[in-house]
């Protein structure tokens, strides 16, 4: 595996359910994001983190639970979501977090839909 | 705070003709600039930046980028447009500095190119 990857690519999942995105990077990077693409609408950062520690919340509902386990791991914790919470959820990595120089890289997403 | 336009939400051109996509910032401080170009069921993938120095910017696939202080812009340009160049692009500003490096991201501009 290379660069960035997410999984699922695609997720259905009921208002009551609980489910989690993994994303995983193989580019030695310290930082990793989460961002939420909804249509018609512009990318909105959720959660930074910088060598595991969370350095941005974004004022994101507490229904979505960020965990990064290491540098190269994210996991997006899912529960009671609503239809409206139903996006493009997208993972990124970055040398470092600080920096604002860096290129972010991202991976293919997971397409969420919350029924 | 920083910000992104992007105007024109969809823009078609035809095979062979000038790309122009154009992107306006506002930021207090210099700006570090992005294109990035997202193919259907993908993430995002970085054409070309600016951060300092030249003000004309070479990106992948003949793309080029020009930032503009007076003009507070960053219009994205290809002189003969590829039908494998249909896809969504967005701008994003860095705001840089801090803890977290924050892409802010424009709403994007839907690339058709018609045969």
């Known amino acids: 595996e290379t660069g960035v990857t997410q999984t699922p690519r695609h997720l259905v999942m009921g208002m009551t359910n609980k489910k989690s995105l993994k994303c995983e990077q193989h580019l030695g990077h310290n930082a990793m994001y989460w961002y939420k693409q909804s249509a018609k609408k512009p990318l909105e950062l959720m959660f930074v983190?910088?060598?595991?520690?969370?350095?941005e919340n974004n004022s994101v509902p507490s229904r979505f639970s960020p965990e990064c386990p290491n540098s190269s791991h994210l996991f997006l914790h899912l529960h009671t979501l609503q239809p409206e919470d139903s996006a493009l959820y997208l993972c990124a990595s970055s040398q470092e977090s600080g920096r604002p120089n860096n290129e972010q890289f991202f991976g293919p997403g997971t397409r969420l839909t919350v029924l | 705070a920083q910000s992104v336009t992007q105007l024109g939400s969809h823009v078609s051109v035809s095979e062979g003709a000038l790309v122009l996509l154009r992107c306006n910032y506002s930021?207090?401080?210099?700006?570090?600039l992005f294109w990035y170009v997202q193919y259907p069921n993908q993430g995002l993938q970085l054409l070309l930046k600016?951060?300092?120095?030249?003000?004309l910017v070479k990106g992948i696939n003949g793309f080029e980028a020009e930032f503009k202080k007076s003009e507070t812009s960053f219009h994205l340009t290809k002189p003969s447009a590829h039908m494998s160049d249909a896809a969504e692009y967005f701008c994003?500003?860095?705001?840089?500095?801090?803890?977290?490096?924050?892409?802010?991201f424009g709403t994007g501009t839907l690339l058709a190119v018609q045969p």
């Open positions: 994003a500003v860095s705001e840089g500095g801090g803890a977290t490096n924050k892409l802010i």
């Open positions: 600016y951060t300092t120095g030249a003000t």
């Open positions: 930021s207090s401080v210099p700006p570090y």
């Open positions: 983190y910088n060598f595991k520690e969370q350095t």
